[in-house]
């Protein structure tokens, strides 16, 4: 199988550039991957619909990976609860090595095909979950091994990478599959790579929650009150809702604690 996120660059002698020459050509590439993902929708689609039916029966999403593809998960797992109001173990990211390798590369943590499944079965997996192998390469053994006991036990899988015909591709049950070319620096899959799978982990999890009903119109209506941005801009949904003044719409809030009960319970 070639790897198309090993291919060498379309650029070379990086080091002879100017600043500006490399930030225009950086700035280049970047402008295809949103192209790369648009191809994908149709795939990202019949996944969210899959997930979706799983999740409303009480099923969680578990996000797995390593190195840049494990970070991103996490990232976007960790994202779900003060955003969107939803608890923790809904959207769960899991990084080979552990948490530890969120900040410090953990070595040879990847190559493990049995600690994957271990990590899941933490959590007590079971049918009702979806699990998501996140791998630029599409043949990470965390990710894979993880993948194929999945499968093994009817939990339904999903995939992210950038390499066709790559295992994860192949092996997942829904696989979404961005080819965004050689990367900028040549095998540095966390510049475009690394972007396609967040963009594509933005619409995974943005539309679930949607579908789930966590958004009202188009307004965060159970994001958690965190901090005084998200308190104001608590407010301002009230206000723009209700019709109330601010200060009318901040005693709601500071007495209620919730948007979303806020606007369902309010009497003139």
Not at 32 to 52: G, H, N, R
Not at 79 to 99: K, N, R, S, Y
Not at 220 to 230: A, C, F, G, P, R
Request: proline letters at 3%; charged letters at 25%; a neutral charge.
């Amino acid at each position: 199988m070639k790897k198309v996120t090993e291919s060498s660059s379309k650029y070379d002698h990086l080091e002879k550039m100017l600043t500006s020459e490399l930030l225009v050509n950086i700035n280049n590439e970047d402008k295809t991957v949103a192209f790369a993902v648009e191809k994908e929708l149709p795939a990202i689609s019949a996944f969210v619909d899959a997930c979706f039916e799983r999740m409303k029966k009480g099923g969680r999403l578990f996000y797995m990976g390593a190195g840049t593809s494990g970070r991103l998960g996490v990232v976007d797992a960790s994202e779900c609860p003060p955003t969107f109001g939803v608890d923790h173990g809904i959207v769960v990211g899991l990084i080979a090595g552990g948490d530890k390798a969120i900040r410090k590369a953990v070595e040879f943590a990847e190559d493990d095909t049995e600690q994957g499944w271990k990590d899941l079965t933490e959590y007590d997996i079971n049918i009702n979950d979806t699990v998501v192998g996140i791998a630029a390469s599409g043949t990470t053994p965390y990710v894979m091994g993880a993948l194929r006991t999945c499968k093994e036990n009817g939990i339904l899988t999903g995939g992210i990478t950038c390499n066709p015909g790559s295992p994860l591709a192949v092996e997942s049950d829904f696989s979404m599959v961005p080819e965004v070319g050689p990367e900028f620096v040549t095998g540095s899959t966390r510049m475009k790579s690394g972007t396609a799978q967040k963009l594509v982990l933005n619409m995974i999890s943005t539309s679930l929650m949607i579908k789930l009903g966590r958004v009202k119109g188009n307004k965060m209506v159970d994001m958690q009150l965190s901090n005084n941005k998200l308190v104001d801009r608590g407010v301002k949904m009230i206000q723009e809702a209700l019709g109330l003044d601010y200060k009318s719409a901040e005693k709601l809030l500071t007495e209620i604690g919730s948007v979303r009960k806020v606007i369902e319970n309010y009497k003139k």
